[in-house]
């Protein structure tokens, strides 16, 4: 099993918590709601096509289920958008929701500087997130030295 790096893992966890405070009625949204991904969506859609992004939050999705077995349960259909939210019929504590979006995050995040690069990816993120601070956008925090 591959775990995400630690760094993404940081990184993803400041925008979801970052969403997780400008948001906070995102539970009336459905029981777990991925804010960060519908954000991201048109920005990267309109770069890689419906397909590409699906593709790329399938594989993130895939990789994610290793190590967060609720995540197991969700597909992306089409548009890019998730299937079976609905469905996941064991309440789960918010921290265990909280973990699973990170994670999650983390891999996409991993694919997007992959494919893009790194500084194309932190200017996309800096275009959908302009309040979020640059050293909150740090791909080097989270990092043990």
């Known amino acids: ?39 991201l969506s048109p920005h990267f859609i ?16 895939a990789q994610a289920g290793e190590e967060v077995t609720w995540l197991r349960k969700i597909s992306v259909n089409h548009e890019g958008q998730f299937d079976q939210l609905c469905e996941l019929k064991e309440p789960m504590a918010a921290e265990i929701i909280f973990e699973g979006k990170v994670v999650f995050i983390a891999y996409v995040l991993e694919q997007l500087i992959t494919f893009l690069g790194e500084s194309f990816t932190l200017r996309m993120l800096r275009d959908v997130w302009p309040k979020v601070s640059s050293k909150d956008l740090n791909m080097n925090e989270g ?3």
């Open 143 to 145: 990092v043990k030295k």
């Open 1 to 39: 099993m591959s775990l995400a790096p630690p760094q993404m893992r940081h990184f993803a966890k400041q925008l979801v918590a970052y969403e997780a405070d400008f948001n906070p009625h995102s539970a009336d949204e459905g029981p777990i709601a991925f804010s960060v991904i519908d954000k």
């Open 46 to 61: 309109t770069l890689m096509g419906s397909y590409g992004f699906q593709v790329m939050l399938e594989r993130a999705l």
